[in-house]
């Protein structure tokens, strides 16, 4: 077998990808196991002829398929599949140790019916595991038979070893190991209940290949697995072993469809947190790029919510892609989109009031009418939600408006609130001139309305001017060349996008193929209102429309404790339908959630820079991969000067412009704050009654019902987002009494802080009881 084919002197390049499994196998080894592997598969893709990088024949895998051993360095060695005459390998396993040899020679390595990808077992340690726990009671997968188990994606030689699993000990165990991913779905799915229908529709076909089969084409599997597991870039390559960076690029093969597909419109993907709706964002985005011929330096949008999430998206785009990419992708929250169109017009402005600001205003208008029934959040809402978004100009438009989804109110209320805005409207007009940014946004759709409008009727005319031909359009008289802003719109969390977003995005992109793509989550809405996407010209049928289930940022228990907050509501689908959770799982376990329960603010700030500090120093876990939540902006500076004066941690703040900075610090913010962003371990802090949800709605319990449910499920909705946060470890803290969110025994169950800054010496680490 000669793999190194080529004339002396030639530099002969290698496709290599490392696999998902060999992605796991190096989380668990030292960072500089990880380093040497990453250095092996650059040379190795650089020139295979290397004599450095010589590949040990292990045993033929099948015709023109060999398994080979490589060493990149003395502590480790991998385990790689060479195909297509040494054009393409694989790397499958990764082991360290005086034993690596012995424990890659004995994995099983065999293509999946199923997805038609290469697929890696340690049968001999899954033997070993089981046999050692082995029970007496029947086998958890005895209702299904082998067949069974292989049609859903269950690997063919792990299946003597499930038979003797009869016990959910025995099944953790396994797990631990590092099983093919689909097989470890499929499993996990039917363990916790999931019917095989279910199984088979939300798992296995998403992992379907795209035609037949053939158990003896490994060459044909090597490249299957190149198309879906999105393992050949250099920002994923660049992350190997660092799991975390790693995690949040990688494209599930679930998702793989939805970044690369070509749809007739627009497209929409939903699905909770974790499910990988930024990233197929992402990929989206570099895939329509790569599609563009040269020309405008930024002819697709990536937009989002506020400046912080704008960029966070363009670091992780550069990442992905680098400055390269960049340079063709315009990010920008839909605020500062709307406030450039509109100063691009020439018109005057005024000075955009921030959120405090506009509420100070309204409290203003209260006091000036007298009209004090109705709260400054209840009037910004019913502004930008109701009259803004149906743009209501007239008192008989807004009488005759529907109000769907907000709370009732009288004809007469009405009128008052009529009075109330136009009395806003009068006092931003004044002297000096202000805006808000709802203001602006509404403005921007109709200006990038008018400005499609003349596109279209300059095409119009150009086409009948040139018998036929849609020629580049151009106003005439004026010499000035008009075109679509952009030529795709991508979009991210989606859900708290107003009205007025809408149509100014729908304005900047010609209707037609892949115009507009879509990311977002109803359960995760905690600035806007609903929004038909119909309504503003965006219409998403059938195929075009996908919701993912599939969490691989959360663990399932940390999934679990975040979901029942939110159960029993009812959620739209972006759109006319509505949307749930069903189906909706993790394939990662760890820890149960943690709660902590103090008699006093002092006390639990304390409890929580020791529990950071904790895992600091037990745990190695960098500062900037822990974030302290709290509900306000207060609270979060109480928290900042206790770590840092206290305690001595570092600390940064995220603001509205989040954290520019790459300090090893404990990040401490809003539950607002941290929307879109992803730790190792966060502190869901100060959730105590009357904090989350705060008291100030109970004064509608009684008084306004339809009101008091929409702030409670609001309340619930960020405490979600915020849960979610977290990949490996979720705290909860408060004082006083817990918060009705929590479990109802959660004060009773809770670990005490008084107890953890009571003991002498560091804290322990132990999991506290899971009260979720």
Known sequence: MNHGAGRPGDRVRTRVRVEPQAHSDLERRHEAVADAVAEFVRRLRADR??????????????????????????????????TDGGDEVRVLAVRDGTRARDELARLTVEINPVSGTVEVVDQTEADATVVSLRGRSAPLFAPYDDQTLIALGVVRSLLPALREVTSDEQFRKLLTHNLPELTRDVLLALHEGVSEEDVRRHITDAWRADEEVDPRDWARAARRAVSRAETDDDAVLGALGRSFDAWRLFLHPEQQRLATGDFKGSAKVTGG?????????????????????????????????????????????????GDELLRRVDVRSVDALALAVVEESRGEVGRPLDDDSAMNLWHTVRYATDLLDYDADFLDAEFKHVILA?????WDAYRRVGRSGRPRISNAQRHDVWQLVQAYRAQLDGTPRRTTYALIADRAAELEQRRMSRIEEQARYKADEQRGRDLVHREAGSGMWLTPRYRHVVVDEAQDLAASHWRMLRAMVRKGPNDIFLA???????YGSRVVLGHQGIEIRGRASRRLTLNYRTTRQILGSANRLIEGATFDDLDTG???????????????????????????????????????????????????????????????????????????ELGRRGVRSDEDAVRVGTMHRFKGLEFQRVFLTSVGEGQVP?????????????????????????????????????????????????????????????????RDGPPSGSSGTAAA
Not at 50 to 67: I, M, Q, T
Not at 520 to 526: F, L, N, T, V
Not at 698 to 722: G, I, K, W
Not at 726 to 743: H, K, M, N, Q, Y
Request: charged residues 25%; aromatic residues 6%.
């Open 49 to 82: 002829t290397n004599r450095a990088l010589r590949l040990s024949p292990l045993r033929k895998a099948g015709d023109d398929a060999d398994l080979c051993l490589a060493q990149p360095d003395p502590r480790c060695m991998v385990l790689v599949l060479v």
């Open 273 to 321: 947190p974790g499910t990988g709706k930024t990233v197929v964002a992402l990929h989206r985005v570099r895939h329509l790029v790569d599609r563009l011929p040269p020309g405008h330096p930024r002819p697709v949008l990536l937009a989002t919510y506020n400046t912080n999430l704008a960029l966070e998206l363009t670091d992780r785009l550069r990442q992905l892609g």
């Open 390 to 394: 149906n743009r209501c100009g007239t």
């Open 520 to 526: 977002g989550d109803a359960h995760q809405r905690i």
């Open 578 to 652: 509505t949307d749930t959770l069903d189906g909706y799982r993790s394939v990662l376990t760890g820890l149960a959630p943690q709660f902590w329960r103090a008699p006093d603010r002092l006390t639990e700030m304390r409890a929580v820079a020791t529990l950071i500090r904790e895992r600091r120093e037990l745990h190695g876990t960098a500062y900037s991969a822990m974030a302290v939540s709290v509900p306000d902006g207060g609270t979060a500076q109480e928290f900042a000067n206790v770590l840092l004066r206290e305690f001595g941690l570092p600390v940064v």
């Open 694 to 758: 705060h008291q100030r709605i109970e004064q509608y319990r009684h008084t306004n019902p339809d009101r008091y449910r929409q702030e409670e499920q609001r309340a619930r909705s960020l405490m979600f987002v915020a849960a979610t946060r977290a990949r490996d470890e979720l705290i909860v803290t408060w004082s006083g009494r817990a918060s009705r969110f929590l479990p109802s025994d959660a004060d009773r169950t809770a670990l005490r802080a008084v107890d953890l800054l009571g």
